[in-house]
């Protein structure tokens, strides 16, 4: 018996957050968005994937977001990253240094911590 993966994260977003989630996740992040299954599509939010990296939104009437805990988004080009979220109007703020990696945070358009890493 053992834990093979995480099949998705989840964050939280506001009711009528879909629009705002499809701009930041589907064109300034680049995830493809996913169609939810039948028996959740009511319930409101949105599923979105990037590689093998699964990320669902779902709507809480009242979200708030996290202050640490946060989804870390492996990238290459790490500072063609930085100048897009700067481009796509995106808070930035470089992270502390880990050995080997180079971070730094923005924030979805709910607040919501998304930290992006690239190896060294």
Same mark, same amino acid.
């Not at 589907?26 to 039948?38: A, I, M, N, R, S």
């Not at 977001?65 to 500072?79: G, N, Q």
């Not at 240094?97 to 180079?102: A, H, M, S």
């Given at each position: /018996?053992?834990?093979?993966? $995480?099949?998705?994260?989840?964050?939280? =977003?506001? #009711?009528?957050?879909? !629009?705002?989630?499809?701009?930041?996740?589907?064109?300034?992040?680049?995830?493809?968005?996913? #169609?939810? #299954?039948?028996? /959740?599509?009511?319930?409101?939010?949105?599923?979105?994937?990037?590689?093998?990296?699964?990320?669902?939104?779902?709507?809480?009437?009242? /979200?708030? #977001?996290? $202050?640490?805990?946060?989804?870390?988004?492996?990238?290459?080009?790490?500072?063609?990253?930085?100048?897009?979220?700067?481009?796509?109007?995106?808070?930035?703020?470089?992270?502390?240094?880990? !050995?080997?990696?180079?971070?730094?945070?923005?924030?979805?358009?709910?607040?919501? !911590? $998304?930290?992006? =890493?690239?190896?060294?």
């Amino acid at each position: /018996m053992e834990v093979i993966s $995480i099949d998705h994260v989840q964050l939280a =977003i506001p #009711p009528g957050g879909e !629009p705002a989630a499809r701009t930041f996740y589907g064109q300034v992040l680049g995830f493809t968005e996913l #169609p939810k #299954p039948e028996a /959740m599509r009511g319930r409101g939010g949105l599923w979105f994937q990037a590689g093998p990296v699964q990320l669902h939104l779902g709507v809480e009437p009242d /979200m708030r #977001p996290s $202050i640490k805990a946060h989804p870390a988004l492996v990238v290459t080009e790490f500072d063609r990253w930085r100048a897009r979220l700067a481009a796509a109007g995106c808070r930035w703020k470089d992270a502390d240094e880990v !050995p080997g990696t180079r971070r730094g945070h923005t924030w979805d358009p709910f607040g919501n !911590p $998304i930290e992006l =890493i690239e190896a060294r």
